[in-house]
């Protein structure tokens, strides 16, 4: 029998041996890895007395190596894609309407408000200080703009019916 008939009888028995352990694509790659290993490192031994054991043993290594390298990945506690949830990024309908609803009573409320008000909120929502806002205001007393932020705070909590939600 010469060495290609031999690797191919061989090949048989590896890859029936690696399927009853393995996936039959795992399998195949790692007889196919036994078989080049056999080639480059191993054309010397030409006795299939030898080359039987060699060719598991090298097997044996290569199944080894990949249980390692899928265990060093993580491969075995991997959850199917399939499996998991499709996640929806956009808000819920319910809230997406409470919060449309909100923000149509706040801006009916604030144009309820009188001019000072206004100015107040619009100042404050351009992220000005109340030192700034007294300046914009001509006031001398910082303490009147407080004042003013209270009441304007009161009412269109008021005017909102009470409740910010």
């Not at 006795?47 to 080894?64: D, G, T």
């Not at 703009?145 to 910010?164: E, F, H, N």
Request: hydrophobic share 40%; charged share 30%; with cysteine.
């Amino acid at each position: 029998m010469d060495r290609d008939q031999t690797l191919t009888a061989l090949r048989e028995r590896i890859l029936a041996f690696a399927t009853s352990r393995l996936s039959r694509d795992q399998a195949e790659d790692l007889t196919q890895d036994v078989l080049a290993v056999l080639h480059d490192k191993y054309s010397h031994v030409t006795e299939l007395v030898e080359l039987v054991p060699l060719a598991f043993q090298v097997l044996r290594f290569k199944m080894l190596d990949a249980h390692r390298k899928a265990l060093r990945r993580g491969e075995y506690h991997q959850e199917s894609v399939d499996d998991m949830p499709l996640t929806d990024t956009g808000d819920d309908p319910v809230v997406q309407l409470d919060q449309k609803q909100r923000v149509d009573r706040l801006l009916t409320a604030i144009t309820q408000l009188g001019e000072r008000c206004r100015e107040l909120f619009r100042w404050k929502l351009e992220e000005k200080s109340f030192p700034e806002i007294q300046h914009l205001m001509g006031q001398a007393s910082i303490n009147r703009i407080y004042t003013w932020d209270l009441r304007c705070r009161k009412q269109l909590l008021a005017l909102m019916g009470g409740s910010w939600e």
